[in-house]
């Protein structure tokens, strides 16, 4: 079995996080139960090296990740990295208590025909006990999750051309999950609630929606900050590079926030709108306590207090270093400002403190 969850361990990791548009790494320590953020980097990608998450093209993923290791001027060499959530198929089956793992290893591969659509000597398995069936002393839960080894290969390939030693394949969503876990804390959320962490990218929105700290529902769909990008290159004749730096830095005509940035912040908000009614309309949820706005677009100006106003739903903007000591070589103006962009990143540099 490959490690797709992963066994816990003290390790310290590189958390590289490769996304459609750019590859960030992070490295945390920790002491005295407080984190330090010892190195961080943000690397862009060339246009379709990865599409939808999926990697086209490995040479180039791999220039990038050696970019932004050099950048960040760590000598770790150990990684973890994750997959999409849409890529990896995860069922909870009731397993008998007391068995080692070779033997839960031996009946989950001989179960997991009934659960992977494929060929299974083209997927990778995993498996994770997560604690006693309720009401059943002689049984555990053990969550089973499948992917196709072509993605994660994918990866490894992508890593290890870059020099690096991937050790944990981790699902993005479970990422998610223990990023967040510092955010809601931090903005005094209780522990039961249910939050919808929308994680708006360049080109993929997902919303996970965590019930009592677990997800209980993911949706992706294709939407993002490139579409301003793309807007900003029709209406003014730039080229990619400087409009991307355009709607970052300011410079643009006098009509580009009533004409251009408007316009694209209320659909924003309404692809988040329109995905939670998605949610309501598939469970037994009709409302979330709070919306945590993450990914490169969450930090735009005034976004926040528009979902906030147009859901009447209290919503703040991820910041996971927030309560972290930082190491004196970390640009902290560039790290506060990819806070919300690094969640996913934050979520598996913490698989070192398993």
């Known amino acids: 079995m490959f490690g797709l969850l992963g066994k816990r361990g003290k390790t310290q990791f590189l958390a590289i996080d490769i996304s459609s548009t750019t590859v960030k790494l992070l490295e945390l320590s920790q002491s005295n139960g407080r984190y330090r953020v010892e190195s961080f980097g943000v690397a862009s990608l060339p246009i379709d090296a990865v599409v939808e998450k999926a990697i086209n093209n490995v040479d180039e993923v791999a220039v ?3 970019n932004v290791v050099n950048q960040s001027r760590s000598k770790n060499r150990q990684v973890v990295s994750a997959v999409a959530g849409s890529s990896v198929i995860t069922k909870t089956i009731p397993m008998p ?11 989950l591969t001989l ?5 992977v659509p494929y060929p299974l000597d083209e997927v990778a398995i995993d498996f994770e006990v997560q604690g006693p069936v309720q009401g059943r002393e002689d049984q555990v839960n053990v969550l089973l999750a499948a992917c196709r080894r072509e993605t994660i290969d994918s990866r490894v390939d ?3 051309l870059a020099d690096l030693m991937p050790r944990i394949i981790d699902v993005e969503a479970y990422a998610m999950e223990r990023a967040f876990e510092l955010v809601r804390t931090q903005a005094d959320i209780e522990e039961r609630a249910t939050v919808a962490l929308v994680d708006i990218g360049a080109t993929m929105m997902t919303l996970s929606v965590l019930h009592r700290g677990n997800t209980v529902y993911t949706r992706e769909q294709l939407f993002g900050g490139k579409q301003l990008t793309d807007e900003i290159m029709r209406r003014y004749g730039l080229p990619l590079d400087e409009a991307g730096l355009a709607k970052k830095q300011g410079g643009l005509p006098d009509d580009y926030e ?4 408007e316009p694209f912040l209320e659909a924003v908000v309404q692809q988040v709108g329109r995905s939670l009614q998605f949610f309501f309309s598939s469970g037994d949820f009709s409302s979330v306590d709070a919306v945590c706005l993450a990914g490169g677009v969450a930090a735009m100006d005034g976004l926040a207090a528009m979902v906030e106003e147009r859901l009447s739903t209290p919503t703040f903007v991820a910041n996971p270093f927030a309560d972290m000591t930082v190491s004196p070589k970390v640009n902290l103006v560039a790290l506060n400002s990819d806070a919300p962009a690094l969640m996913m990143a934050c979520g598996l540099a913490l698989r070192s403190f398993d």
């Open 97 to 107: 208590i007391g068995l080692s793992d070779e033997d839960m290893e031996t009946q």
């Open 158 to 160: 992508a890593l290890e």
């Open 111 to 115: 179960e997991a025909d009934q659960y």
């Open 258 to 261: 009533t004409d251009v940035l």
């Open 64 to 66: 990038a990740i050696r």
